[in-house]
């Protein structure tokens, strides 16, 4: 299955892209705090407290268990499988194809099997946890960009073959933004700005029950 890029990033002229960026982490949405929020330090081998505040700020909300057993029961099995994945670094980079029997994807597999996390909760965790690596999922995204069941091979592929990557990074920089925003996070913030501008609606029940308890409209989430 192919990526379909959002059109902003499709043409030559990168203006548009650019515009939704510099929107998005200039007005600030409250997802601009997503990837820089870290009150008491940031650890890239444990899930924290920290982790579960900075995806709500992306509408979405891991449920209490679910959080206990992250940050307590079942922390130290975490971190092991966050180890076993590595330090971050970019996707594009990736030579492999991504696998479900890589160390990533069983720590997908993981996240998802707590109670009352799907795909959107989980795939946010995993990017605070390695933004470089582990692409978000949103229903907003997916539909702009035509995602499927499976998109981080997909968009691993796209990344190295069609110059996506260094598109993404020279958006990063014009928008004068710093590298703790990742090129996936720019390619997630683009297509989300460019389905909310075309009146896109989030569909998922994750996103639909974070944006009721967090109190943010779908036009502040992101």
């Known amino acids: 299955m192919n990526i379909r890029l959002p059109d902003c990033l499709a043409r030559s002229d990168l203006g548009q892209a650019l515009r939704y960026l510099q929107i998005y982490y200039g007005q600030p949405y409250t997802g601009a705090y997503f990837d820089t929020w870290a009150s008491a330090g940031s650890d890239p081998e444990r899930i924290t407290a920290d982790d579960l505040v900075a995806v709500s700020f992306l509408s979405v909300v891991v449920p209490p268990m679910a959080a206990r057993e ?97 598109r993404l990074i020279e958006l990063r920089g014009r928008a004068g933004l710093g590298r703790e925003v990742s090129a996936l996070r720019v390619l997630d913030v683009v297509a989300w700005m460019e389905g909310k501008a075309t009146g896109v609606r989030p569909t998922s029940p994750e996103e639909l029950l974070g944006e009721s308890l967090t109190g943010l409209r779908t036009a502040d989430r992101e």
């Open 70 to 166: 992250l940050l307590d029961t079942r922390a130290d099995e975490f971190t092991a499988l966050l180890r076993s994945v590595g330090p971050d670094r970019d996707l594009a980079d990736q030579a492999e194809p991504v696998t479900e029997d890589q160390p990533g994807s069983e720590l997908y597999r993981a996240i998802l099997g707590l109670y009352g996390v799907g795909r959107t909760i989980g795939t946010k965790l995993l990017a605070r946890k390695r933004p470089r690596l582990f692409p978000i999922y949103d229903s907003v995204v997916a539909k702009v960009c035509g995602i499927g069941n499976f998109h981080w091979e997909p968009l691993r592929q796209v990344l190295r073959s069609d110059g996506l990557y260094e």
